[in-house]
């Protein structure tokens, strides 16, 4: 699938030392979608306990996500346990964090951050470094669990920071 991305999840259970993979070392391969835009699948990616149970999920950055005509970027949430093999991401995400802006670049920086709203459970920041209209970036932070389920805009994220152009900063 030329220009979507793919994100490729490495395991290893072994000694110490140095690793050596190949690609048939590979424990899930998520492919991009050719339809939905040159996705850059896989821009970013991180790792996090972000929903109750006790595995660790998969962010994925996608900030050539295509959507309604313009490049608007996504990040998306492959819960764990994962699985051997090869799926499209449309099929393997469980949760789907979509932006609203053109051209922002939503997806170029995913991270899992600490729990900032005491419940225990780890958050998501998505960078839109470019945000088109918004030329100073946006940040969006997006509570852990289970409150916001499939696909959502980041315009509904759970805090926003942005840089106001008339503020002065010290």
Not at 28 to 54: C, F, P, R, W
Request: hydrophobic share 40%.
């Amino acid at each position: 699938h030329e220009g979507a991305g793919a994100a490729l999840v490495l395991s290893y259970a072994g000694e110490s030392g140095s690793i050596m993979l190949s690609m048939d070392a590979l424990s899930a391969n998520i492919m991009g979608n050719t339809s939905t835009g040159g996705q850059a699948l896989g821009a970013q990616v991180a790792l996090g306990h972000l929903d109750e149970d006790d595995e660790v999920d998969l962010l994925i950055g996608a900030p050539g996500t295509l959507q309604g005509g313009e490049f608007v970027g996504a990040v998306y949430m492959v819960s764990g346990p994962l699985t051997g093999g090869s799926d499209s991401v449309a099929d393997a995400a469980t949760r789907a964090f979509i932006g609203t802006i053109p051209n922002a670049g939503a997806g170029s920086n995913v991270k899992v951050i600490g729990d900032m709203n005491g419940d225990g459970i780890s958050e998501i920041a998505v960078g839109a470094p470019a945000s088109g209209e918004d030329p100073d970036g946006r940040v969006y932070v997006i509570w852990g669990g289970g409150s916001h389920e499939g696909q959502v805009e980041l315009s509904t994220a759970d805090v926003q920071l942005v840089v106001s152009s008339g503020s002065e900063q010290g």
